[in-house]
């Protein structure tokens, strides 16, 4: 019998490699391109060019987040934690959408106002509602499920670092590169910047939020309880996910969908410290944001004027992806338990 791989150490670099060029990828087209609101929709070969730029912006902090949480031995409240503090450093610092009252009418976004206005606050320069789908959508869409699915998809090495030193270092700096890339396009569109005061509370609570994530209690201790069926997990999760993004942007509905998140987000953690929340649950909660999104996409216009048959065929291939790839992760889970 072989000895048990040491949880810190680095699997080889053959059995990492894809692992980690598929995260790089899939972040970003989960982030942008699986909603089909981008102008790019109708170009799908400017979607691929465009992974050039969103790649370092979003696949290297999906990497950096997993690596950081696997050195320390910490699971997914920390992602969590650190995916918030960076969506919010996205939107706040980056590209300033969630600060800018004129980012959509620069960018030439039909509805901007029509999101934006029936939640503004004015005195802190926001929105309630693209707060929510901004800083939200990072959180799930551009690092947790990413992170979540590729995981599944190699099991074996889930839980072990994947970056060396050069690794972390190139991640890092493509990072650097791909956000100074975008906040320099989004200035010469929009000439907008952040106050002062914005700067320094979005860095201080993004601060707060990386300090957080290394003093969450590690619980490795699970209790007895009943936990249901991923499929189950993964029905009140498409349903969740699908409301939220369909809901309206008054008051009103901003507030139900944040109590439909917070109750969701209780029953995933409460689930999740009992002994028979598996990978399968994490893979299926994942699976049910990525289907809502494909599917949503449908009924998304994006931006600029596309041709339908282009739209739909991308929709189509986006969902058909989606649900590949769903299947062959479950696929390795399953396997890798039944080689146990």
């Not at 989004?186 to 707060?208: D, E, S």
Request: charged content about 10%.
């Amino acid at each position: 019998m072989s000895p048990m791989p040491d949880a810190l150490s680095k699997p080889p670099f053959a059995g990492r490699l894809g692992a980690m060029v598929f995260l790089f990828f899939l972040s970003p087209v989960c982030a942008e391109y699986l909603i089909g609101y981008a102008e790019s929709t109708n170009h799908p070969l400017e979607m691929l060019g465009g992974l050039l730029i969103l790649g370092p912006l979003y696949g290297s902090v999906a990497l950096l987040i997993r690596e950081i949480t696997r050195r320390t031995g910490r699971g997914w409240p920390t992602i969590l934690l650190l995916a918030t503090a960076f969506g919010l450093i996205q939107a706040g610092l980056i590209d300033q959408s969630l600060f800018n009252p004129h980012y959509g009418v620069d960018l030439n976004i039909p509805y901007w106002d029509e999101e934006r206005l029936p939640t503004a606050l004015d005195h802190l320069g926001i929105s309630a509602n693209l707060a929510l789908n901004f800083i939200g959508g990072h959180v799930i869409w551009s690092f947790a499920v990413p992170i979540a699915v590729v995981e599944s998809c190699v099991p074996r090495i889930a839980d072990r670092p994947w970056l060396g030193r050069v690794g972390v270092l190139l991640m890092v700096s493509l990072y650097l590169v791909g956000a100074a890339f975008i906040f320099d396009d989004n200035f010469r569109i929009t000439g907008f910047v952040v106050t002062k005061a914005q700067f320094v509370a979005t860095a201080a609570c993004a601060l707060l939020l990386c300090m957080a994530a290394f003093l969450v209690p590690v619980r490795t201790l699970k209790q007895a309880g009943p936990v249901p069926a991923p499929w189950l997990v993964a029905t009140l999760m498409f349903a969740v996910f699908g409301f939220q993004a369909l809901s309206a942007s008054d008051w009103a509905s901003v507030s139900f969908s944040v109590l439909v998140g917070i109750g969701s987000g209780a029953l995933l953690v409460m689930w999740s410290r009992r002994t028979g929340w598996k990978k399968p649950h994490v893979l299926a909660v994942a699976a049910a944001a990525l289907i809502a999104n494909a599917m949503i996409s449908f009924v998304v216009q994006p931006l600029g004027d596309p041709s339908p048959t282009v739209k739909y065929a991308v929709n189509a291939t986006m969902l058909l992806g989606v649900l590949t790839l769903i299947a062959w992760a479950f696929h390795r889970l399953h396997k890798a338990r039944a080689d146990i």
